[in-house]
């Protein structure tokens, strides 16, 4: 089985995609979706947030404005910390990649590391290529982008397979025991298309990282509230990706801002949100948050009275900017273009990180560690949630909801939905939380636990 990416999935219709899934049902293989990247010309890239075609993109600048990211010569970089990205395959044209992304947004040079499983890259213009060396530029520039002081190593597995991808992240974790991994991929957490053997494996390497006071955090996924149900030939209900339906994950949905020019950036600062959901019937290009509630790990307390009840542990926790009209403005392999996905949202998290770390590190505390606890502490308190995250309440993650695909879904709505979790943050004053916030029960009063029905999953316990 593989994983597969997240990004803006080209697919000629819903329809198409129906058709297309038996073939791949069979070897329980999905195939690994398309990145969309729409390449800009050095001009384009000045010019943003319009690009081109009328669809807008944004620069590291934009985004540090829009999600009010603290910047200056007192402002804390990530300095100290390591960011670990899990790929497959790698890029070839990472370093000089980065190197451009850097020079032209005036960014200090990264600090990169790599721990990989081979060093053989996938054929140049293959469809590997094409999506995970992409993801690859992606993730590492724009976790720089947002803690441009951390140290980036890349994790590479030799393939993209569940079993190497679980494999690749178990060894970052036992090198890096106490980093934020960012996982940019997932598949389906139960049913043909889910790995249980590989999601054993992740869960107890998560579980050691959060022992250790390491972070995990993974993209939702970029087929709204269907995941690969859909690629799979049966009948498509409610499902939540793997890993960020992990409890020891911090899971990752998606956002697009409101129209221009009130949308995400707008002149300057923050504008306005909604679920992402995206239709480009010119190129048959659509993308949705991911978002459900599990079916495999039961609700944890701390979503408990903020999350729905509906069923088991609620996804996603956060959102960030997914949008592909709206997208990143990334280096890849010599060219500048704009790109959407949750891939995007998940690895600037993963930067948010890095400074609270810096901040706790300072005031002589430790890791953020298990955020998520965290994270709905904050939200329970009106005021600090206002002042802390934007409230996404408009939009749904109805994969194709344009096209009348009749997918589930689910709407937003005030404080936690499904579609993008507690929202999108206010970085400056959601750090000042994170850096004096210190829950009981983020510090593993419980110790986590085992349960044998086959996955090796983890039960939480109520703190004593």
């Known amino acids: 089985m593989r994983f597969r990416h997240f990004g803006v999935v080209a697919v000629a219709a819903v329809t198409a995609a129906f058709v297309a899934a ?10 690994a979706s398309g990145l969309t990247f729409t390449p800009l010309t050095a001009q384009e890239v000045q010019q943003a947030p319009t690009c081109q075609r009328g669809l807008l993109c944004y620069t590291p600048q934009m985004i540090q404005q829009a999600y009010d990211v603290p910047t200056g010569p007192t402002a804390p970089t990530g300095a100290g910390e390591t960011i670990v990205v899990v ?10 990649d980065v190197d451009n992304f850097d ?3 005036g960014l200090p040079d990264a600090n990169l590391g790599e721990l990989d499983q081979q060093t053989v890259y996938a054929p140049v213009g293959s469809n590997a290529f094409q999506t995970w060396a ?18 980036i190593v890349v994790a590479v597995a030799a393939n993209d397979d569940t079993s190497n991808l679980a494999e690749m992240t178990r060894e970052a974790i036992q090198a890096y025991p106490d980093a934020i991994v960012v996982n940019s991929f997932g598949g389906d957490e139960s049913g043909l298309a889910s790995d249980p053997d590989a999601e054993n494996v992740m869960d107890k390497a998560f579980a050691s990282l959060a022992l250790h006071g390491g972070t995990a955090v993974a993209a939702s996924g970029d087929l709204g509230a269907t995941n690969n149900t859909i690629f799979t030939g049966v009948q498509p209900t409610p499902m939540a990706s793997y890993p960020a339906s992990s409890p020891l994950v911090l899971a990752v949905g998606g956002t697009e801002g409101n129209a221009y020019p009130g949308g995400l950036w707008n002149n300057g600062q923050y504008g306005g949100e909604q679920v992402w959901n995206e239709v480009f019937l010119d190129t048959g290009q659509i993308g949705a948050s991911g978002g459900a ?23 996603p926790d956060v959102a960030w900017n997914a949008a592909a009209n709206g997208g990143v403005i990334i280096s890849f392999g010599g060219q500048f273009g704009a790109i959407g996905g949750t891939s995007a949202a998940a690895p600037q998290w993963a930067g948010v990180l890095a400074l609270a770390n810096e901040l706790r590190a300072k005031a002589d505390r430790s890791q953020v560690g298990l955020v998520t606890p965290v994270l709905y502490f904050l939200g329970r308190d009106k005021a600090t949630y206002r002042q802390d995250f934007h409230d996404i309440t408009v939009g749904n993650n109805v994969f ?24 999108t943050p206010d970085v400056s004053h959601l750090l000042a939380s994170l850096a004096a916030t210190e ?12 349960h044998g029905h086959g996955h090796g999953h983890v039960t939480f316990h109520p703190g004593r």
């Open 439 to 450: 829950p009981s029960f983020s510090r593993f009063g419980d110790l986590l636990t085992s």
């Open 400 to 423: 194709a909801d344009a096209l009348g695909s009749g997918l589930p879904g689910f709407s937003a709505g005030a404080g936690y939905d499904y579609a993008t979790g507690l929202g």
């Open 103 to 105: 020079q032209v947004f």
């Open 22 to 31: 038996s073939a791949q049902a069979a070897s329980f293989r999905p195939a």
């Open 87 to 96: 790929v497959a395959y790698g890029s070839p044209f990472l370093a000089a």
């Open 293 to 315: 509630p599990s079916t495999v790990y039961p609700l944890p307390i701390w979503q408990r009275g903020v999350a729905a009840a509906r069923g088991g542990r609620a996804v």
């Open 134 to 151: 992409l993801e690859t530029s992606l993730d590492v520039e724009w976790a720089h982008a947002i803690a441009p002081g951390a140290r």
